[in-house]
C-alpha cells in the first residue's frame, strides 16, 4: 500500500503512535473472548475474529498462493515459522500472566521472526532464477508492472493506493470477494482509530484503570506510568550481538517486568475498560463508518469459513 496523500486529522501524532499499539480491540480480539465461531448461516453475527482465526485465514491465503504459484510452474513456501501460541499479537494490554511467564515481552519471538526473514527460501528462489525468469515469478506472485491499482479513501483523509493482481491478488479474492470493496472496508476498518483515540486516551474510566495498574506495578517494584513505558524499558536492551549469558540476563529482566505486567493488568480489570471504553467510542462514530466496520467483520467470518476448508489450525 503506498500513501497519495498525507493522512489528515484532528489528533496529534503522538497520540495516533500511541493508539496504534493500545488495546488493538477493533482488529483480532482475544480467543474466546467474542463468543462462540461463526455459524454456517446466512449473515452470522458480525465480531471481531480471534487472532487464532485471524492467523488460520493467513494460513490459507500461503497455501493458495502456493498452489496458484505451482500451477504457474514455479515454487513457494508457505511461512510457518512461529508456533500458534508464538504468534499471539502483543498488545497495549497483556494480562495473560502464563504467556509472559514463557514468553516475556516477546523478545525471543521476534529474534526467531528475524532470523526466518533474513533465510526466506523465497527470496533465495528468486534470485537465483534467470532475469526473464524473475520477470516471469513477478508477474505469477503479484502481477507484476501490469497489475491493477486500486485506491480508496481513508477515514481521516487522504488516498491509498495498492496493486492486486497475480496468485496474491487472486488468493485475497477467493477470501474476500471483490478486491476493490474488501480493500475499501479493510482500509476503513483498519484506521478507525485515529477517528476517536484522543477521547479514549483521555477518558476517566479508561485512564483510571491505567493509574491503578501504575499503582500495582510501583508495590511490585517497577515504577511505570504505563504498559507501554513498561514494555519499551523491559525490552531495549536486546543488542543483536549480544553473548548467551547476557541475553539470558536480560530475557529473564524483561520476563520479571512482563509478569508484573500482566498480573497488575489482570488484577486491574484493564483489558476489559479498555475494550469497554473502546466500543463505546467506535460505537459513536458516524454511521457510514459503523456499516463499514460491520461489513468489514462479515467479509472476515466469511473468508474464515473458507479458510477452514483449506487448512487446519496452526499448531
Request: glycine residues 8%; charged residues 25%; proline residues 5%.
Amino acid at each position: 500500500m503506498k500513501r497519495t496523500d498525507a493522512l489528515r486529522g484532528t489528533v496529534t501524532q503522538a497520540a495516533v503512535v500511541v493508539a496504534a499499539a493500545a488495546l488493538a480491540l477493533t482488529g483480532c480480539a482475544r480467543d474466546g473472548a467474542s463468543g462462540p465461531p461463526a455459524a454456517p448461516a446466512a449473515r452470522a453475527q458480525a465480531r471481531d475474529l480471534t487472532y487464532t482465526e485471524d492467523l488460520r485465514i493467513g494460513d490459507a491465503q500461503q497455501r493458495l498462493i502456493r498452489s496458484c504459484m505451482a500451477r504457474q510452474g514455479f515454487r513457494y513456501w508457505e511461512d510457518r515459522t512461529l508456533t500458534r501460541e508464538e504468534s499471539r499479537p502483543l498488545r497495549y494490554v497483556q494480562d495473560d500472566v502464563g504467556w509472559a511467564r514463557a514468553h516475556g515481552y516477546g523478545s525471543r519471538i521476534r529474534a526467531k521472526e528475524e532470523r526466518a526473514r533474513l533465510r526466506n527460501p523465497n527470496g533465495a528462489y528468486r534470485a537465483a532464477l534467470p532475469a526473464a525468469r524473475k520477470a516471469a515469478y513477478d508477474t505469477a506472485l503479484d502481477g507484476g508492472r501490469a497489475a491493477e491499482l486500486l485506491r480508496t479513501e481513508e477515514p481521516g483523509g487522504g488516498t491509498v493506493a495498492k496493486q492486486s493482481g497475480g496468485c496474491t491478488g487472486a488468493a485475497e479474492k477467493q477470501l474476500y470477494g471483490d478486491p476493490a470493496t474488501w480493500f475499501r472496508l479493510d482500509t476503513t476498518a483498519s484506521n478507525l482509530r485515529p477517528l476517536y483515540v484522543g477521547k479514549l486516551l483521555h477518558d476517566g474510566r479508561f485512564t483510571s484503570a491505567v493509574h491503578a495498574w501504575s499503582r500495582c506495578m510501583a508495590r511490585a517494584g517497577h515504577a511505570y506510568p504505563d504498559p507501554d513505558a513498561a514494555r519499551q524499558a523491559a525490552t531495549r536492551d536486546h543488542p543483536a550481538g549480544q553473548g548467551r549469558a547476557a541475553e539470558a540476563r536480560t530475557y529473564a529482566a524483561e520476563t520479571r517486568v512482563a509478569v508484573a505486567d500482566a498480573t497488575c493488568a489482570r488484577t486491574v480489570s484493564l483489558g476489559p475498560v479498555g475494550r469497554a471504553r473502546e466500543a463505546y467510542y467506535l460505537g459513536r462514530l458516524p454511521k457510514a463508518y459503523r456499516t463499514a466496520l460491520d461489513a468489514y467483520r462479515q467479509r472476515r467470518l466469511a473468508a474464515l469459513r473458507g479458510a477452514e476448508r483449506i487448512v487446519p489450525p496452526r499448531a
